[in-house]
């Protein structure tokens, strides 16, 4: 019972009910499921970093939306390059094979990048709160700069806070002489519940309240608004980005909602059975999927982003074209344009340096 109550704190390491407790397709079927969500979770992160990456390069500095989620990407990538290991560990009957050093690295990235996810979320949720409800008054805060220095902040308060799992994560052995990599507690019975509870609060209910506090004053300013109101360009495009910013706050709390209720229900279960390991196991599918959901967000809810990922993988293709001009001897002059050149640029969510950050 006690390394079970471990292997459900470590999420790297919670898929790992024993083999010879689950059925054979039981143990089949996860490997399948959690190699899907990564191959594309790579596949559509990597997609959204090279779109956002290429745009900077190629036209202007990131805008405030850009650096969050772009940085969103980022985490989410760092999460699913975890699963090949829990995938090894599905695959070994719950065996450890990568040392005491990578249980620790694996599972503070996995921790820490779960957390930060959580944070940027929330800090997304307070530009959206000022684009829409302070729109002109807070727009020298909402700079590249500060968004930059907020992802910063994020990050070192979510080292900070996975300080317990740098001190404790470690290889625990089986019964049958091989080792797991997991949470070991110096209490298992009361460190167990203070940690499960610290990590419900931090990570989940506390960045949940805020969020959905700080969209409530945004739909209540949006319905009660009489003051002047910015140009009609502008509103489209922050109501375009507060759309897609609800959308993936609205994913990442339904995904994680499961995980955080049932780590709470185990508490106060002294034999998991067969039926709770099922749904703990599809808790943990769901959680690793958002990760996987997220650039699919971007695309489907963006007309923009698609636009600017077009550009990204299309070659630019020069050909010439007719100046209809004519020099002072009546010859047509001729120049190389890039086809394409004289499109008009696109607005949206992911904002050209020459109009104010949304």
Not at 85 to 102: P, R, V
Not at 230 to 254: D, E, G, N, Q, Y
Not at 286 to 305: D, K, R, V
Request: proline fraction near 7%; hydrophobic fraction near 50%; glycine fraction near 4%.
């Amino acid at each position: 019972m006690a390394h079970l109550t471990f292997i459900f704190i470590n999420k790297t390491c919670d898929a790992l009910v024993r083999a010879e407790d689950q059925p054979l397709h039981h143990t089949a079927i996860l490997p399948v499921i959690y190699g899907i969500i990564c191959f594309l979770g790579i596949l559509g992160n990597c997609i959204v970093m090279y779109t956002i990456m290429k745009k900077t390069k190629c036209r202007a500095k990131q805008s405030v939306p850009d650096i969050f989620i772009l940085n969103l990407s980022i985490v989410d990538l760092l999460i699913l390059l975890g699963m090949p290991f829990l995938i090894h560990q599905l695959l070994g009957n719950g065996s450890w094979h990568f040392g005491a050093a990578m249980c620790t690295v694996i599972t503070a990235i996995d921790s820490n990048s779960q957390i930060v996810s959580t944070y940027i979320l929330t800090a997304m949720t307070f530009d959206r709160y000022l684009a829409t409800v302070h729109p002109i008054r807070f727009n020298y805060v909402r700079t590249p700069c500060v968004a930059a220095l907020v992802i910063g902040v994020v990050w070192g308060l979510s080292l900070l806070t996975i300080i317990p799992v740098w001190m404790y994560v470690g290889l625990m052995p089986l019964p049958d002489g091989l080792v797991a990599c997991a949470l070991l507690l110096p209490d298992p019975v009361t460190d167990t519940y203070w940690f499960t509870l610290y990590q419900f609060f931090l990570a989940f209910a506390i960045p949940l309240a805020i969020i959905c506090l700080v969209f409530f004053k945004i739909l209540q300013h949006m319905s009660t608004s009489v003051a002047p109101l910015p140009p009609r360009s502008l509103r489209v495009r922050t109501r375009k980005v507060t759309r897609m910013a609800v959308a993936i706050c609205l994913a990442f709390f339904i995904c994680w909602a499961p995980y955080y209720i049932l780590q709470l229900i185990h508490l106060g279960v002294q034999k998991p059975s067969l039926a709770f390991s099922y749904a703990y196991n599809i808790a943990i599918s769901m959680g690793y999927a958002n990760s996987c959901i997220n650039p699919f967000l971007y695309i489907i809810l963006s007309e923009t982003f698609k636009r600017q990922f077009l550009r990204a993988v299309r070659p630019v293709n020069r050909k010439f074209r007719v100046n209809p001009s004519t020099t002072d001897g009546g010859s047509v002059s001729m120049r190389m344009v890039p086809e394409g050149a004289q499109q008009e640029p696109a607005s949206g969510e992911m904002i050209p340096s020459n109009v104010a950050p949304q």
